[in-house]
Nanobody, 115 residues
């Protein structure tokens, strides 16, 4: 089993920045790609950003140029730096980790962008 614990969410004004962190524990050696998804009220969960162990990344079009995903393979931690936040970025952000057998999810952290 792998446990994922997110941190770093909160309330921020439009144009502001936040950094989310997700620490993996347990059978973290089995983890391949890691990523961040988000789910806004009454909307489906969507991919925000994803990163492979080798550092290859992909982003949702809506966050390109504003968000940066990174990972520390020694600490088994993935980060999401979010700049120039917009009200439409408001959502619960979930950490995801793919192993060879299944996907794991964190419990989520709420990001609210509002003045």
């Amino acid at each position: 089993q792998v446990q994922l614990v997110e941190s770093g969410g909160g309330l921020v004004q439009p144009g502001g920045s936040l950094r989310l962190s997700c620490a993996a524990s347990g059978r973290s050696f089995s983890i391949n790609a890691m990523g961040w998804y988000r789910q806004a009220p009454e909307k489906q969960r969507e991919l925000v950003a994803r990163i492979t162990p080798g550092g290859n990344t992909n982003y949702a079009d809506s966050v390109k140029g504003r968000f940066t995903i990174s990972r520390d393979n020694v600490k088994n931690t993935v980060y999401l730096r979010m700049n120039n936040l917009k009200p439409e970025d408001t959502a619960v952000y979930y950490c995801n980790a793919d192993s060879t057998t299944r996907a794991y999810w964190g419990k989520g952290t709420l990001v609210t962008v509002s003045s």
